[in-house]
Protein backbone atom coordinates (compact mmCIF):
# COMPACT_ATOMS: atom_id res chain seq x y z
CA UNK A 1 0.00 0.00 0.00
CA UNK A 2 2.52 2.37 0.86
CA UNK A 3 4.67 1.60 -2.45
CA UNK A 4 1.83 2.69 -4.61
CA UNK A 5 0.84 5.81 -2.77
CA UNK A 6 4.59 6.67 -3.43
CA UNK A 7 4.93 5.65 -6.87
CA UNK A 8 1.42 7.97 -7.74
CA UNK A 9 2.86 11.37 -5.62
CA UNK A 10 6.18 10.76 -6.54
CA UNK A 11 7.72 11.84 -9.72
CA UNK A 12 10.47 10.83 -11.13
CA UNK A 13 11.48 9.39 -7.69
CA UNK A 14 10.88 12.16 -5.86
CA UNK A 15 7.77 13.12 -4.01
CA UNK A 16 5.47 15.73 -4.92
CA UNK A 17 4.49 18.10 -2.46
CA UNK A 18 1.88 20.00 -4.90
CA UNK A 19 0.28 16.67 -5.46
CA UNK A 20 -0.04 15.54 -1.95
CA UNK A 21 -1.51 18.77 -1.26
CA UNK A 22 -4.28 18.41 -3.57
CA UNK A 23 -5.07 14.87 -2.79
CA UNK A 24 -5.51 16.13 0.63
CA UNK A 25 -7.63 19.56 -0.43
CA UNK A 26 -9.70 17.33 -2.90
CA UNK A 27 -10.20 14.48 0.37
CA UNK A 28 -11.34 17.27 2.41
CA UNK A 29 -13.41 18.92 0.18
CA UNK A 30 -15.42 15.42 -0.16
CA UNK A 31 -15.44 14.96 3.61
CA UNK A 32 -16.85 18.45 4.19
CA UNK A 33 -19.33 17.95 1.93
CA UNK A 34 -20.63 14.51 2.66
CA UNK A 35 -20.81 15.70 6.38
CA UNK A 36 -22.11 18.69 5.98
CA UNK A 37 -25.57 16.98 3.61
CA UNK A 38 -25.60 14.78 6.81
CA UNK A 39 -25.84 16.95 9.08
CA UNK A 40 -28.70 19.06 7.15
CA UNK A 41 -26.22 22.31 6.97
CA UNK A 42 -26.84 25.28 5.15
CA UNK A 43 -26.19 24.67 0.98
CA UNK A 44 -25.15 27.86 -0.11
CA UNK A 45 -21.95 28.33 2.70
CA UNK A 46 -21.00 24.24 2.12
CA UNK A 47 -20.52 25.03 -1.71
CA UNK A 48 -18.63 28.03 -1.24
CA UNK A 49 -16.53 25.74 1.46
CA UNK A 50 -16.26 22.90 -1.11
CA UNK A 51 -15.43 25.00 -4.00
CA UNK A 52 -12.30 26.98 -1.91
CA UNK A 53 -11.08 23.15 -1.22
CA UNK A 54 -11.46 22.07 -5.33
CA UNK A 55 -10.06 25.19 -5.79
CA UNK A 56 -6.97 24.63 -3.98
CA UNK A 57 -6.86 21.24 -5.33
CA UNK A 58 -6.91 21.71 -8.66
CA UNK A 59 -5.65 25.20 -9.17
CA UNK A 60 -2.16 25.08 -7.84
CA UNK A 61 -2.03 22.11 -10.05
CA UNK A 62 -2.98 24.04 -13.43
CA UNK A 63 -0.78 27.05 -12.47
CA UNK A 64 2.47 24.79 -12.36
CA UNK A 65 1.27 23.69 -15.47
CA UNK A 66 0.96 26.77 -17.51
CA UNK A 67 4.05 27.97 -16.29
CA UNK A 68 5.96 24.57 -17.20
CA UNK A 69 4.06 25.14 -20.41
CA UNK A 70 5.00 28.09 -21.30
CA UNK A 71 8.40 28.07 -19.60
CA UNK A 72 7.89 31.65 -18.35
CA UNK A 73 7.67 33.06 -14.17
CA UNK A 74 6.17 36.43 -14.19
CA UNK A 75 7.30 37.38 -17.22
CA UNK A 76 10.47 35.78 -16.53
CA UNK A 77 11.74 33.32 -18.74
CA UNK A 78 12.92 30.26 -17.38
CA UNK A 79 14.22 28.56 -20.72
CA UNK A 80 17.76 29.96 -21.87
CA UNK A 81 17.43 31.46 -25.16
CA UNK A 82 20.07 29.81 -27.58
CA UNK A 83 21.67 33.14 -29.28
CA UNK A 84 24.05 31.53 -31.42
CA UNK A 85 21.17 31.35 -34.23
CA UNK A 86 20.40 35.14 -34.23
CA UNK A 87 22.16 37.53 -36.20
CA UNK A 88 24.24 39.89 -34.75
CA UNK A 89 23.59 43.42 -35.34
CA UNK A 90 26.44 43.70 -38.11
CA UNK A 91 24.84 40.93 -40.16
CA UNK A 92 21.37 42.81 -39.55
CA UNK A 93 22.97 46.26 -41.44
Not at 9 to 17: D, R, V
Not at 58 to 82: R, Y
Amino acid sequence: MFSFLREVFSEKSTISSLRIMSMIALLMSGYIAVRGLETHSDLSGLAMLCGVFLGAAFGGKVAQKSVEVKGQLGGISTVSEDTSTKPTQKEVL
